[in-house]
């Protein structure tokens, strides 16, 4: 006696063959070096493939993205694009990788690329990491990665920072050093625009504006108190030899 299906049971039947059931293998080397290491094309795709089968997962020779000599830096890769979009049309249930950096270069685009593919519906499975979205414990280290992302920024914003300073140093030295060797306020404003140096405000350097930092006491140590210069308790940037000698030559 034939069994007869409802029309509810039809359309569950109907979704449940609709869901992903390949598993797609993404696979990157950028350097020799990184093959020599034990990450060649072939060594990670023999590795992710055997993971996958003592996984009960099917792969799809359709579905093995491979970026050969192409840099993590940038996400604008060829299969890794594919990849994504094979993603967003539901082809595919999960992504293997052997790590995390075969995907992206940093912690901020790897969870870019994470929220990408949960949005999609699609597992991100990382072999180095024991990294798994699927999973209770991928979904916690995904609270830890983040902690980590904006680590890493606030990191990078300090470095920046800190170099922004060192060079804008490095400017106020040289002034004071070449107007005391002899070189005019018109001819170090020239030069420094000529290499494109940049003043506190972004805008060209001027013989009154190499005046300024010239009389800046603060370069040297200083600070006003009750209309008097005193010393400060900041950093100081040049000498007071140095400062005092521009200074009687601005005064002449």
């Not at 598993?23 to 060594?43: F, H, M, N, P």
């Not at 003592?54 to 604008?76: F, N, R």
């Not at 991100?124 to 990294?131: G, H, N, T």
Request: aromatic residues 8%; hydrophobic residues 40%; charged residues 20%.
């Amino acid at each position: 006696m034939a069994m007869k299906i409802s029309k509810r049971n039809r359309k569950a039947t109907d979704q449940t063959a609709a869901l992903p059931i390949f598993t797609a293998l993404y696979i990157r080397v950028s350097t020799e070096k990184q093959a020599d290491e034990g990450y060649s094309l072939e060594a990670q795709e023999s590795r992710l493939q055997s993971f996958c089968d003592a996984q009960g997962w099917t792969v799809d020779a359709a579905h093995v993205y491979v970026d050969a000599g192409i840099s993590g830096k940038s996400t604008e890769r060829p299969a890794f694009l594919a990849m994504m979009q094979a993603a967003q049309d539901g082809q595919i249930a999960r992504i293997v990788a052997i790590k995390l950096d075969r995907l992206a270069r940093n912690t901020k685009d790897f969870l870019g690329t994470v929220e990408r593919l949960q949005s999609y519906g699609c597992d991100l499975v990382l072999l180095k990491e024991s990294f798994d979205t699927g999973t209770p414990h991928g979904k916690f280290a995904l609270t830890m990665f983040a902690a980590i992302a904006e680590l890493e920024a606030s990191q990078i914003a300090e470095r920046t920072m800190s170099g922004r300073k060192q060079k804008a140093a490095q400017t106020v030295q040289s002034i004071f050093t070449d107007y005391v060797a002899g070189e005019s306020l018109t001819a170090i404003a020239s030069r420094l625009n000529a290499q494109d140096v940049p003043t506190a405000r972004g805008g060209k350097w001027y013989p009154a504006t190499v005046r300024y930092i010239l009389t800046n006491g603060f370069y040297a140590g200083l600070t006003q108190y009750d209309g008097q210069s005193v010393a400060g308790d900041h950093s100081v940037i040049i000498d007071a030899d140095t400062y005092n000698a521009a200074i009687a030559i601005l005064r002449r």
